[in-house]
């Protein structure tokens, strides 16, 4: 596998019958005796704009019964030295963190984070809240818009209790950005922020497991089975118009190009000509501040040439509103309206309501490398798109859902509180949109990430979702001279056929397929550390794969 891919820094860490592993400065797959009860624990600095501080670790110490690590966060204008500290016995594993602050600096979080893991689920959880009362709750199964679970001081899952100290925490949906978690975190969002961390300010917080029993994991099978079957037509499978500066070769990838035209700047009009000397039909979103007269000129525009489907969002909220949409419908477009966000998931899943009913189709995007940058977080974020998808279309009630341009990094930050770097000229010479407000991953060529779009492809087409889209055709961001091309233009070459689709056994192994006359052309990905091995199909014709780590396949069968 290339370096760039999976982490080789990681160290274990056991004692007392609990164990861990050290990512960095996570604490990561916390369990005892093998049980896993966490996903991970870390030290999080969050600046005014919801950016991560970045983080150093100066300095590991351990012994038979504990853990220490120095870290250092600095940057975003924060400077805090800190220590965690992990001390086991056999009941108990106690996590302390106490972090000075150098300087003064506004911040949006400052703190523990606690992850849950996805497969908690559904299980029964009992809160104690901070004046001591108790509430029965549980974990939610649908990815819950807003905070499962406020105000708290412990919690008690399936046999395991969880004791927070030196704030009050809550809970919010991480799967809301295709994470595979629940985060327990402070401080309460109903609180103001950004808020100030003096000079000298010294943090303290500190958490208590305590692991009773129960909680089985659940037995990985020799040879796995992911059963296809038919579901509809095979989406259409598209490419993001290259951002970066010029000159950007026209591309045939994909079957539609996807562009984002951002009317507040000036580069509107030169981005859409780009899009549109690649000869494909365009899916357009349109972000909008509200001028009538810029959004009518966009759609004149639009109406000359082969548009699929238009989109238009707010600048603030990310979303197609009533009042943008309608902005939208005045302008008179030729092609269909759509309706949605620009963002995350997670803004479908909270203003759903905002968007209007008549809306053509719903549109959404997504991207693995919201809150963390590891290759664990990237693969187990292909199991949670197949929740986000299979949500997306139940809010779509009907409706085609759209979802892309999927991207490893966001393309913008939906959350930032000053404004975003933005082209001064009219022309391409600097690039436009991600290439100003997005970030950029070396994993873009890893030889893996060709294994990681079939993967997400097999997880995102669900009955429903009419198109897919990854990345941008060239550039930091692009797909083409990289793996992941063959792997766009072999789920590309599906289209027009019926959708063979099915669950992953485990979130590692994913199969999709295209029936064509009878012909079934099925793609098989491993996104595992090791060789797989695992069945299509459950009858007597059954294809038996076996793939290496990291790898995709294309096989055909009668």
């Known amino acids: 596998m290339s370096a760039s891919w999976w982490r080789d820094d990681a160290v274990p860490w056991s004692a007392d019958g609990w164990s861990l592993e050290l990512r960095g400065d996570e604490l990561a797959e916390i369990c005892h005796h093998d049980v896993r009860l966490l996903r991970a624990v870390r030290a999080a600095v969050r600046d005014r704009g919801w950016r991560t501080v970045p983080v150093a670790v100066t300095a590991v110490d351990s012994d038979s019964h504990s853990l220490t690590l120095s870290l250092r966060h600095e940057g975003l204008g924060a400077r805090i030295s800190s220590i965690l500290r992990v001390e086991a016995s056999h009941g108990e594993l106690r996590i302390r963190w106490e ?5 003064a600096f506004d911040a949006c979080r400052v703190g523990l984070v606690v992850l849950h893991p996805a497969s908690d689920a559904g299980l029964p959880v009992v809160v104690t809240h901070s004046d001591g009362s108790t509430e029965a709750s549980s974990f939610p199964v649908d990815i819950s818009p807003h905070q499962p679970v406020t105000d708290i001081r412990e919690l008690r899952i399936d046999g395991t209790v969880l004791q927070f100290d030196g704030d009050v925490f809550e809970m919010e949906d991480q799967r809301n950005w295709s994470d595979a978690s629940f985060k327990t975190y402070s401080r309460p969002l109903e609180l103001p922020y950004p808020y100030r961390i003096g ?7 500190s958490l208590a497991i305590r692991h009773g029993g129960r909680r089985e994991d659940a037995a990985r099978e020799a040879e796995p089975t992911i059963d296809l079957r038919p579901g509809g037509a095979f989406p259409a499978v598209g490419v993001e118009v290259s951002t970066a500066p010029s000159p950007v070769a026209p591309s045939t990838l994909g079957s539609h190009r996807v562009v984002e035209l951002d009317l507040r700047t000036p580069t509107w009009g030169a981005a859409l000509e780009r899009a549109a000397s690649d000869g494909l039909p365009l899916d357009v979103r349109l972000v909008t501040d509200g001028d009538a007269a810029v959004l009518e000129g966009a759609v004149r525009a639009l109406n000359l040439l082969d548009v699929l489907r238009v989109t238009a969002v707010d600048d603030v909220s990310h979303v197609s509103d009533d009042a943008t949409v309608a902005l939208l419908r005045a302008a008179e477009p030729t092609a269909a309206v759509m309706g949605g966000t620009r963002s995350h998931f997670t803004e479908l899943n909270r203003e759903q309501h905002r968007i209007p009913a008549d809306v053509d189709g719903i549109v959404l995007t997504t991207t693995p490398l919201f809150h963390s940058i590891d290759t664990e977080q990237l693969v187990e974020a292909v199991a949670i798109q197949r929740l986000l998808a299979r949500q997306s279309v139940r809010i779509a009630a ?11 990094r966001p393309r913008f930050n939906n959350v930032a509180t000053t404004p975003e770097p933005a082209p001064g000229g009219s022309d391409l010479a600097e690039g436009f949109g991600a290439e100003f407000t997005g970030e950029t991953d070396s994993r873009q060529s890893a030889p893996e990430l060709a294994a990681w779009v079939i993967a997400s492809a097999a997880a995102l087409a669900v009955p429903g979702v009419s198109s897919l889209s990854w990345f941008e055709t060239s550039g930091p961001r692009g797909v083409e001279g990289t793996p992941a091309e063959d792997a766009v233009a072999a789920l590309a070459a599906l289209g027009g056929g019926e959708l063979l689709t099915g669950d992953s056994p485990d979130g590692l192994v994913w199969a ?5 006359g009878g012909v079934d052309t099925l793609l098989a990905a491993n996104l595992d550390r090791t060789e797989r091995t695992f069945r299509l199909g459950r009858d007597h014709d059954a294809t038996v794969v076996s793939l290496l780590p990291g790898t995709w396949t294309r096989l055909t069968r009668r």
């Open 398 to 408: 009907g409706r085609p859902v759209h979802i892309g341009p999927v991207s490893l």
């Open 99 to 103: 972090g000075a602050s150098d300087t």
């Open 512 to 516: 999709i397929g295209a029936r064509h």
């Open 199 to 205: 000079a000298g300010e010294v943090v303290r917080q």
